[in-house]
Structures are given as structure tokens and as C-alpha cells.
């Protein structure tokens, strides 16, 4: 699982977020990315049915995206 801290990041600065998320993660539509927003967790459950990947793969881009975004901050 994503930890807390990402969660929160995720989600306070999700609309800087989600142009990267669409480009590391290209199978998702701005629905999933919606429904991610709410609840990041559901997100990785998403991402991992619709591009085959793991889930702890995947958390560890969300993470590395969520770094990148913070430090441009």
C-alpha cells in the first residue's frame, strides 16, 4: 500500500499531479484518475487491472511522481 504521506500529497496536489500520472500510466481515463483522487489506493487497483503491471510496481512510479511534483515546489 502507498504510504501516508504520498496518499496526502496525492491528493492535495492532484490536478498538478494528473498530467504525469496520464503519461506514465496511459491506459487511464480521467475517470480512473477521478476515482484515484478520492481514494489512491483504488488507483494502483486500477492501474495494475488495466496495464498488467504489479501493484507494488506501481506504487513505487506514484511515488516517484509525487517526489518529482514536490520538488518543482
Known amino acids: 500500500m502507498i504510504d501516508q504521506q504520498t496518499k496526502q500529497q496525492l491528493q492535495q496536489n492532484f490536478e498538478q499531479i494528473k498530467p504525469q ?7 487511464l481515463q480521467d475517470q480512473d484518475l477521478q ?15 488495466k496495464s498488467g503491471q504489479n501493484q507494488q510496481q506501481i506504487e513505487q512510479q506514484l ?11
Open 21 to 27: 500520472l496520464k503519461q506514465v500510466f496511459p491506459d
Open 35 to 49: 476515482q484515484g483522487k478520492s481514494n489512491p489506493d483504488q488507483l494502483v487497483k486500477t492501474i495494475a487491472q
Open 63 to 73: 511515488m516517484q511522481v509525487v517526489q518529482q511534483q514536490k520538488q518543482k515546489f
